[in-house]
């Protein structure tokens, strides 16, 4: 071997120390340093070994132009130059040459194996990190994500102006997996040529598939404290469809939020809806807005063809004394949880029943529930009002109620009755009945299974065989005396012919009989007195059943006195004969 040194200054203004077979100072030296430019060059290969056992060879191969590989400067940077068509290739076979597995061409990094990290990452320092701007210019067939994975083969198509971090591309028809996420050689996540993705099944039926063969599937979107978690299921690629949340009031809610119905159904059939304009349909896929002659289209309907479908039940199975309860309410408030108080006459409720005339629902009867005076604090008189609708009639009309104290009315709505006022009324236990009947006509009747008794329309009582009774055992009485004798009464009671005035409304006929004021001055217990409970005025009557008990002892009286006289007139008789004869 041999070596020239040259001093300094020798080539010009350079300086360098040369090593070549030459040994002479030259331009191709196989061992330059240059001490001008910081510059070790080496005419052949740059071979590192570990003192005998393995070496490392840095060499060039077939230059096509300048290269230069720069080393880790002040920001920790190592860059390959590699002008406009250099690569960076790795192969075995030790050459710039043939099929490499690694290529890197200044654009695009290429490899024919697979990516192994071993690098043991962390949350603050991750294996790999991907940085830069998303391209997002060029043609259609240029837009590519930062990272591209393609299967052999393939040719990726446009990606989104937007930018994408990481695509996977296959070719039109592929049928695999695109991405199969795996732990411990399970798959946990798959997305298939055909875009369905699967969560914990590697066979997705459908564009999402969560499965769990071993667990309970429950899944979770959690939003954070004060948001809304929110699942949307969207119709016909618009903004609108079904959207599931839960609420930041703990509240949950299913809604459609288009214009159309929200459905629930079971065996592949629907069982109930609430249509567009909320009203909750069960058995019918419309609103039947045919009800109080086609006016009322009601905000909650069942409607049913058999027996169990047109059903309705509400049961308590509780260990006490309460049942169900079904409400109807009212309030004067106009927005919902309004407590405005309602005032006298208006409606607390209404059960109507209804049938089809051909066209409309018409009702037929119907049960009304009204404030019956005015309403206070925990306190709301309420009446009923049961009505009918006549043959003939279109709507119903009252025919009973039951007023807020009890009393019950029939066939009048003012609960006054009389000769020309007519209906049925108990009010205080008392009845009251008034029909418009003529004198030979019954304004009421009752019968038994032999005979009956009828009240007629001029007051009269009927009955099968004339017969009257009054309750008169022994065993019921007490303080049994002889009564004292009324043949002074009888003698002053002063029996007179009249009739009723006209505008009694009673009948005008004369009649016989005794007038209340006179007998009162000889007989004040055979007068009672009642009183009107609307006008308040007093009307005397005469109790005739007990003036006959009177008149029965009158008459055992007189006939005491006709028998005395009987035989006082016998005893007479026999003295004018004896005289006679003598």
Known sequence: MSSFYTPPNVRGTDKQIQYNEDGVLSASSDLTWDDSAKELGVGGDINLDDGGTYSTTLQMVTATANRTISFPDATGTVALVAGSSGQLTYNNAGANA???????????????????????????????????????????????PQLLIEPTGTTSTAWSTDGTGLGVNAASGFSGRLLDLQTNGTSRMVVQGDGKFGLGTVNPAQLLHLNSSSANATQWIAAGTGYTSNLSLLANGSGGGLVLSSLTDSSASITNTLNAALTLGTNNAERARIDSDGRLLVGTSSG????NGGTQNPQFQIEGTTGNTILASLTANRNDAAGPTFYLAHSRGTAAGGTTVLQSGDQLGILAFAGTDGTD??????????????????????????????????????????RNDGALWYGTTTGSIGTAAFGFVINDNVVEFAKN??????VMTAYGNAGYLRIMGDGDAENTNNSYAGISDIKLKENIVDANSQWNDLKALQVRNY??????????????????QEVELVSPGLVGESIDDETGESTKSVNYSVLYMKAVKALQEAIERIETLEASNADLLARVSVLEQG
Not at 288 to 291: A, C, K, M, T
Not at 369 to 376: C, E, H, I, L, R
Not at 388 to 400: F, H, K, Y
Request: proline share 3%.
């Open 361 to 402: 629902y018409v009702n037929g009867a119907t049960i009304t529930a009204n404030v019956d005076g005015t309403p206070g604090a925990d306190d709301m008189p309420g009446r009923l009002v049961f009505s009918t609708t006549a043959d003939g009639a279109a709507s119903p009309t009252e025919r009973m109620r039951i």
């Open 98 to 144: 043939g099929a490499s597995t690694l290529t890197y061409d200044g654009s695009i990094l290429t490899s024919s194996g697979r990516f192994i990290n071993s690098y043991n990452a962390t949350a603050s320092s991750p294996a790999k990190i991907f940085t830069g701007t998303w391209f997002t210019g060029g043609t259609a067939t240029t837009t590519k």
């Open 437 to 442: 009947r003529a004198a030979a006509n019954a």
């Open 288 to 291: 039947n807005g045919l009800f």
């Open 499 to 516: 009739n009723f005035k006209a505008e009694t409304g009673y009948s005008t006929h004369t009649q016989i009989g005794l007038i209340a």
